[in-house]
């Protein structure tokens, strides 16, 4: 633990101009950002008698190794700095909003040529319109199913895609009237997109004039005494009606406005955001977060308002953004959000009317989280300290190991092996710094000589990553810390990889596997990191140089945690394993062409259709593919020429053998790696570990 007064800034050295502060650790680990108007006025207060600060201020001061700051020209520049290093540096201090699901939305792919409409989740994608987010994925799917009768886009995959343009049959879909079919060119590729334009029309509010467009195509059919058609025009209307009915219309006005309640205690914080499109709620979310300093209710809105729009631009910042309270100042942030949308953006908060009544609701919806959230995060919070308490009295450590880091090696009979390192911060998975290994350092199957590999390459990153933030963070001439510096950074400026150390390493197996990484810790002369195995077979937790291995009873949470800790390593080893095995049954003689990139083999298949057409066509009609120079046909031709034709293609449902003149699908990884670990599933598993 630090004490504050170590790394305390000298009298007069902190500007008094607006700008963004950064507290880092003894491993010069970023642990807070934050931003001020003032950086004397607001740094003075992190160095004031420890007594008065808030606790978790106090701890993060006292967690805390040194103090930087970088000086802007206005706030709306600090926002957007702050916003931009949180993101980067993830500090354990700074209040990060949890989503408490991964919503999904309705995504309209308007980046391909024959736009599809889908389900996604997770992070957002360029040219992809997104509406919602939507509280189950079975929401969307009724409405997709419910619109598809008037605006009938593609739903299908890549896949099924290439197969139907292939065989010149649509989908079942395409028989129903619920696509238009533009794989078997049923409709061109512009109308299409003008299709997909006026189904995203509808999604974001337009409904009115598609409704009066279908009651005047229905008026004019009857009129003609074309029944038939006029009553499909009927349905297509009910259609319409029953999708808009989903979604009830809250706000009169039309308004495009999203709703932002917080409800708090001295702990932490829900929020719960409402999106009201046309006046109608099109998406709902809600985040918790902890309180990890003093924070009004205008500064939690102002970080949820970051995490809102941080990455978003043009009509994805609506014109309105009603709060319970303000962040102060409200200039910036409004300034940065118009900036964001480029247009005027109106943040406020609601007087009267029917948004004050809906905001309501929303405080309602954002109160009923944060209970249901601390019913759950008691228990869970407690378990998992329990855990960890555990796991230090039974290895006799002097602290709870915060930090647990676990290997597994992976293989199949002694091929592609590799290994996993996965991260658990405070018993919680963290999944950005899990890393994969490569065995190199020889071939064949030998997990304890592949385990002293592993931890040695691991730990010996993290003795050069410590020795070069040592001499970076050395004092200069004026007795300040060096701050930032090539040493602390990788080349595209972010945090180095390797330069934190665990409490604890967990091994997947017994003694031997124990004994390596031991052995490696000891000949990089790393003395003060734990090591423990978790056999399999008996749940037998085995520490170092002892004969006898610690038992811990079968409902102790410390051996839950590490069993969740090993399965999560065999997992994410496994997973790795059976990328570079694929990988490995797919590659043909194009990837051993030197400066052929996926882009100019994908070409190639393409333009003469397979390897075999590929094989026996003329350099200068090699030439002939965009991108390819003489030299490089040269090469391929070559290549080509030298490497023995592949077999051909077995229908195995047939035993009939297909050649891919005729259209025979190119033989899939997954096929391959069946032929290969053959068996019954209990003879694979003992075969892969």
Known sequence: MADPSSYRPRPGEIPDSPGVYRFRDEHRRVIYVGKAKSLRQRLANYFQDLANLHPRTRTMVTTAASVEWTVVSTEVEALQLEYSWIKEYDPRFNVKYRDDKSYPYLAVTMNEEFPRVQVMRGQKKKGVRYFGPYGHAWAIRDTVDLLLRVFPVRTCSAGVFKNAARTGRPCLLGYIDKCSAPCVERISPEDHRELADEFCDFMAGRTGTYLRRLERQMGEAAEDMEYERAARLRDDIGALKKAMEKSAVVLADATDADLIAVAEDELEAAVQIFHVRGGRVRGQRGWVTDKVEEITTGALVEHALQQLYGEESG??????????????????????????????????????????????????????????????RASDLTTRSRALEEIAEALDLDSAPLRIECYDISHLQGDDVVASMVVFEDGLARKSEYRRFQIKGFRGQDDVRSMHEVITRRFRRYLAEKERTGRA????????????????????????????????????????QVAAAQRALDELGIDDIAVCGLAKRLEEVWVPREDDPVVLPRTSEGLYLLQRVRDEAHRFAITYQRTKRAKRFRAGP????????????????????????????????????????????????????????????VNTATGEIMDDEDGAPETTADALGESVSAGTPDERRGQER
């Not at 604890?504 to 003694?511: E, M, N, R, T």
């Not at 994908?602 to 965009?626: M, N, W, Y």
């Open 315 to 376: 009509d994805a910042v609506p014109k309105e953004v009603l709060v319970p309270a303000l962040p102060d100042p409200v200039e910036p942030v409004q300034q940065w959000l118009t900036d964001r949308r480029g247009s005027g953006v109106s943040l406020r908060i609601p007087q009267r009317g029917d948004k004050k009544a809906l905001m309501e609701t929303v405080q309602r919806n954002a109160q009923q989280a944060l209970v249901l959230h601390k019913t759950k």
């Open 590 to 649: 194009l990837d051993d062409v030197p400066g052929l990139g996926e882009t100019r083999k994908q070409a190639l298949i393409k333009h003469f259709g397979s390897v075999k057409k590929l094989r026996s066509a003329t350099i200068d009609q090699i030439c002939e593919v965009p991108g390819i120079g003489r030299k490089t046909a040269e090469t391929v031709a070559v290549a080509l020429a030298g490497a023995a034709p592949a077999a051909p293609a």
């Open 473 to 512: 963070a050395e004092p200069g001439a004026d007795g300040r810390a060096l701050t930032d510096g090539p040493a602390l950074k990788d080349d595209d400026g972010r945090p180095k990889r390797f330069a934190y150390p665990p409490q604890l390493v967990v091994v997947d197996g017994g003694q031997p």
